[in-house]
């Protein structure tokens, strides 16, 4: 079955710097590959979707990439804020006419001041 | 505006009664689903509605019941809950499979 892996530790990391987030995927080749963001106590907020033809997606401070060939999303936020703290879940979508996303189990980032 | 709403935000109940919990979108998309999202933060696809048809039921227990009286409509009711359906339960809506848009969640606590 589809699986999605991130890294459940939480990630320290101090203002200014960039936060590199991964996940991973196994057993399929997902068409795209979604990034949200969750805050406590509220519902998962989309970021950026990036699809298996391209390599990279930028919006704002964020970057995410694609490689197939590792099985591997990176989701990078730059120059980050103590606001940028929260926790970011990949999802795995796996085309048209599947209907459900796989997400992983998020990764707890804490941008210190 | 609210995009996708659930009410309620919290519920608690004893072992063995019956809830439901009520979601409705107003961004006109055609898929509707409801997620539960356990203790250590996992968020695990329950159904997908597609224009109102069941097309995603992941190995639900039959006391889960959804139904979609209209495609901007989503409702989870739940028989003789137990206390293993405590968790979070997410409903979210999206145009055929782009981005999905999260409601807020309900918190349910079975006692």
């Known amino acids: 079955s589809q699986k999605i892996e991130q890294n459940s530790e939480a990630l320290n990391i101090q203002e200014g710097k960039t936060a590199t987030l991964t996940c991973n995927y196994t057993n399929y080749s997902p068409a795209y590959l979604q990034w949200y963001r969750q805050d406590p106590g509220r519902g998962p907020v989309f970021l950026l979707l990036i699809r298996e033809n391209e390599k990279e997606k930028r919006k704002e401070r964020l970057k995410v990439t694609f490689d197939t060939t590792l099985k591997q999303s990176l989701f990078h936020i730059t120059a980050s804020q103590p606001a940028d703290s929260a926790t970011y879940l990949c999802?795995?979508?796996?085309?048209?006419?599947?209907?459900?996303?796989?997400f992983g189990t998020g990764t707890r980032l804490k941008v210190l001041a | 505006d609210t995009a996708v709403s659930q009410t309620p935000k919290y519920l608690v109940t004893q072992m063995g009664n019956d809830k439901s919990i009520k979601c409705e979108q107003n961004?006109?998309?055609?898929?509707m689903y409801w997620y539960k999202q356990d203790s250590k933060k996992f968020l695990k696809i329950m159904f997908s509605y597609n224009n109102k048809e069941l097309i995603i039921n992941e190995t639900v227990p039959n006391r889960f019941s959804p139904k979609s009286p209209d495609k901007a409509h989503l409702n989870l009711h739940i028989n003789s809950l137990e206390l293993g359906d405590s968790a979070v339960y997410f409903c979210a809506s999206s145009h055929s499979t782009e981005e999905a848009f999260f409601g807020q969640g309900t918190r349910l606590t079975v006692v």
């Open positions: 999802a795995q979508g796996l085309g048209a006419g599947t209907y459900k996303y796989i």
């Open positions: 961004l006109g998309h055609d898929t």
